[in-house]
């Protein structure tokens, strides 16, 4: 059993910075696929990023384009997702994801078989 806890969200005003981690509780950190999904009111999950086993892969959503940037520590059994240049439509909750069975960078919510309990960024203009 996986269990993922984020921590890091909050409010912030357009243009900061903010930093999202998450943390497993598993015994082996490193077999597992690790990536970051939002979802907005009304509008459906989406595909943040992703990073692989390693650490030396990593994927992006179409709209980070370059302000994101997802690492993660396997000796700590952490990822994070550091989040630059905020904006109000980056305003959203934010969920871990990991799965082990994954071979590859899936950007589908539906691949990923373990989930946080989702934390709340909010980007003010």
């Known amino acids: 059993q996986v269990q993922l806890v984020e921590s890091g969200g909050g409010l912030v005003q357009a243009g900061d910075s903010l930093r999202l981690s998450c943390a497993a509780t598993?015994?082996?950190?490193?077999?597992?696929?690790m990536a970051w999904f939002r979802q907005a009111p009304g509008k459906m999950r989406e595909f943040v990023a992703a990073?692989?086993?390693?650490?030396?892969?990593?994927s992006y959503g179409n709209f980070v384009q370059g302000r994101f940037t997802v690492t993660r520590d396997n000796a700590k059994n952490t990822i994070d997702l550091q989040m630059h240049i905020l904006k109000p439509d980056d305003t959203a909750f934010y969920y871990c994801?990991?799965?082990?069975?994954?071979?590859?960078?899936?950007?589908?919510?539906?691949?990923?078989?373990?989930w946080g309990q989702g934390n709340q960024v909010t980007v003010t203009s």
């Open positions: 994801a990991a799965d082990e069975n994954l071979v590859y960078l899936a950007s589908a919510s539906r691949q990923y078989a373990y």
């Open positions: 990073v692989s086993r390693s650490g030396r892969q990593t």
């Open positions: 598993v015994g082996a950190f490193s077999s597992l696929t």
